[in-house]
Each structure stands twice: as structure tokens, then as C-alpha cells.
């Protein structure tokens, strides 16, 4: 009987019921003086409540400069080098530790050999020969796989003697060599290259006794990260046609030793170490070559005919590489010298001497 008294009296003394959050006002009635000091604060009176302000809309933006493409990147540098091992070359290992690198874009040679006077046999007299060699490559990767090298040389021999044979005093060699190489991850690999050549003295018109080309071709095996095998066959255009098995192994039993055990050319290297920033390898070297050349020999008919002068050349030597450049000296002994003419010549042999070369390539 209270509680619905007590509710009816609610409902006939007030009027509709207003939710509160704190103080309110009247929608008629004005604000109260610290609601204009509020209002000045970010907030405002709106719908008979203090409200925070509308935020005002900002000024326009100012415009913005006018578009600039940025400035195009340099291009990275071309790769000087790449991860290929030509065992036929100068190029150096040292075992697993890695090697020195093959050289991209241009790369330059020069030796200068000495070998003394020696005494001959066959004819009288005595035979002396020094050299200037030099060379230019420019290699280039084609796509990612194969590699192209281009070699042109220019060797020039000066000769004294022998009496009994009139030969000219020099001979020029201009050598032009093309290598295709083969850069696959697995294990096999080759390459194959030819080297046409003007080999004359260049005293008389030349013909077919200066012209020479020479070929070869070998496939690489590699069986262990420490063994590569490789086996093929070259060419050499010379008073006869020489062919000659090319190829052999390589075995680097660890990061200091290498037996490069090849035909022509052998070579067992150990590099020494870094030596004032300059990486320093020995080694000896056991090579075959043949070379031939046309030569004028000066008698009474001035015939032309090609020479060819073969030997064999044991040397030790020293190599030291910074960056680009590397200079070596070698010395050691040359024998089995052999020189043998096509016609208007007897053929003779040369003694046993010792050899001295120093080069650098850059």
C-alpha cells in the first residue's frame, strides 16, 4: 500500500525523468558564468550541454612543390672478376682456400726470357735467344654459363748464331686465340679453343709457311671438391702436325698445396702466405713447347722456309699478387732443344743452358 503511494507522489511532483552526468542546466536557462570561461577552453555549450568544441577545420594546405623524379641510381660496377679456374693459364691456386680470381674485361701480360749462349750441335757455332712476350685478354661472361676469352699476342725473339746456319737476327709470333669455356654447377665441364697466328721475319712476302692455327678441346671432371680431372687433345701447326694428349689432374690436398699434374705444362705451387698485403705463391713448373716461325735463311738464294725450335723448361719460381697485379721471376734449366727446318736447312740441336724469365700481368 506504501510503495504505490510513494510512486504516485513521484510521478504528480516531477516532470519527465532526464538522465545526469554531472551538473546540468536548462535548455532556457543561460549559462552560468564559468561556462563561457569553459567555453573559451575548447568546449562549447550545445544542446543545453557542455560539449567539447567541433574541432576547426583547418586552413587548405599549401600546395605541394612540383614532382621531382629522383635521380637514377648508378649502376652497380661491372664484375671484374669470376669464380672459373683455367688451369691452362698463369692463374694460381692455393687448395680449398680459394684461388686468385679470373680476371673479366681486360688483362695484360709481359715476360722477357733470357737464355744464354750455348754451343750447338749438328752445324758449328753457338745459339742465343732472348725474348719479349706480351698479351692482351679480354674475357666477358655469355649469360651465366659460358665464359669467352680473346688472346692476342705479340712475341718477338732475337737470335745470335749459329754460323753454320744463317738464320735472320729476330722473328715476330702475332697470335690470335679465341676460348669458349663452359661454367656449369655440376660436375662436368670444357673447352675449347683455336689460335690462328702470323709466325714470320717478316724479310720476305709472307706464305703458307707463316700462316699456323692451332686447336684444342678438353672436358673437366670435377671428382672431389679436392680433384679435377681433365682430358683432351691440341693441335699444333708446326714443320709437322703435332698432336699432343692435353689434359691431366689437379689435386689440392689442402689450402696450401697444388699438383697441377697436366701435359704441357706441370706445376706444383704452395702458397706462402700474405707478405706485406701482397699474397705470395712458390712453385716449379716442367713445360713442353714447340713454336715455329717462316724464316729467311741468309745464303746465297735467301730461301724461305719454317723453323721449328722445341724444348723442355724446369724453373722455380716466386709470385706476388695485390689486387690486379702480379709479378713473378723465375729461373731454372732448359734442355731438349731441338731445331728442325722443311727444307734449305740441316737440322740441329742445342746444349742444355740455364733460363732466366720475369713478367708481370696487370
Known amino acids: 500500500m506504501l510503495v504505490p503511494v510513494f510512486v504516485a507522489a513521484l510521478s504528480l511532483g516531477a ?29 562549447q555549450w550545445r544542446d543545453g550541454y557542455l560539449q567539447p568544441a567541433a574541432p576547426a577545420v583547418p586552413a587548405a594546405l599549401p600546395p605541394l612543390p612540383p ?56 752445324v758449328s757455332g753457338s745459339f742465343q735467344d732472348v725474348q719479349y712476350n706480351a698479351w692482351a685478354r679480354y674475357a666477358r661472361l655469355l649469360g651465366q654459363r659460358h665464359l669467352l676469352a680473346w688472346t692476342g699476342a705479340w712475341n718477338s725473339s732475337w737470335w745470335t748464331g749459329p754460323s753454320g746456319v744463317n738464320l735472320p737476327p729476330d722473328a715476330e709470333q702475332l697470335v690470335s686465340d679465341f676460348q669458349i669455356s ?40 670435377q ?60 712453385y716449379a713448373t716442367l ?23 722445341s724444348d723442355v723448361q724446369f724453373l722455380l719460381g716466386a709470385s706476388a699478387a695485390a689486387g690486379k697485379w702480379t709479378a713473378f721471376i723465375e729461373g731454372g734449366l732448359i734442355f731438349d732443344r731441338r731445331v728442325l727446318f722443311r727444307s734449305h736447312a740441316p737440322p740441329f740441336t742445342i746444349n742444355d743452358n740455364l733460363m732466366l724469365r720475369v713478367g708481370a700481368l696487370y
Open 67 to 122: 614532382y621531382t623524379a629522383p635521380a637514377a641510381a648508378p649502376l652497380p660496377a661491372y664484375d671484374e672478376s669470376v669464380a672459373y679456374y683455367d688451369p691452362f693459364t698463369r692463374q694460381l691456386a692455393f687448395g680449398n682456400a680459394g684461388f686468385q680470381p679470373y680476371h673479366l674485361g681486360w688483362y695484360f701480360y709481359d715476360e722477357v726470357p733470357y737464355m744464354p749462349t750455348s754451343p750447338v750441335r749438328g
Open 15 to 43: 516532470g519527465p525523468a532526464t538522465p545526469s552526468f554531472g551538473p546540468t542546466w536548462p535548455v532556457s536557462a543561460a549559462p552560468p558564468p564559468a561556462a563561457t570561461e569553459i567555453n573559451a577552453k575548447n568546449w
Open 223 to 282: 671428382a672431389r671438391p679436392d680433384l679435377r680431372l681433365a682430358a683432351g687433345m691440341a693441335y699444333w701447326n708446326r714443320v709437322h702436325g703435332i698432336l699432343i694428349p692435353y689434359g691431366g689432374l689437379i689435386w689440392s690436398p689442402d689450402d696450401r698445396w697444388e699438383f697441377r699434374l697436366f701435359f704441357p705444362q706441370t706445376r706444383i705451387s704452395r702458397y706462402y702466405g700474405n707478405v706485406a698485403g701482397k699474397d705470395v705463391w712458390t
Open 287 to 309: 713445360g713442353y713447347q714447340v713454336q715455329a716461325w717462316q724464316v729467311t735463311i741468309q745464303d746465297q738464294s735467301s730461301a724461305k722456309t719454317r723453323m721449328q725450335m
Open 182 to 221: 663452359s661454367l656449369y654447377a655440376g660436375r662436368w665441364n670444357w673447352q675449347v679453343g683455336a689460335t690462328p697466328q702470323i709466325d714470320a721475319d717478316f724479310r720476305r712476302s709472307l706464305d703458307h709457311n707463316a700462316y699456323m692455327v692451332d686447336g684444342r678441346f678438353v672436358l673437366f671432371y
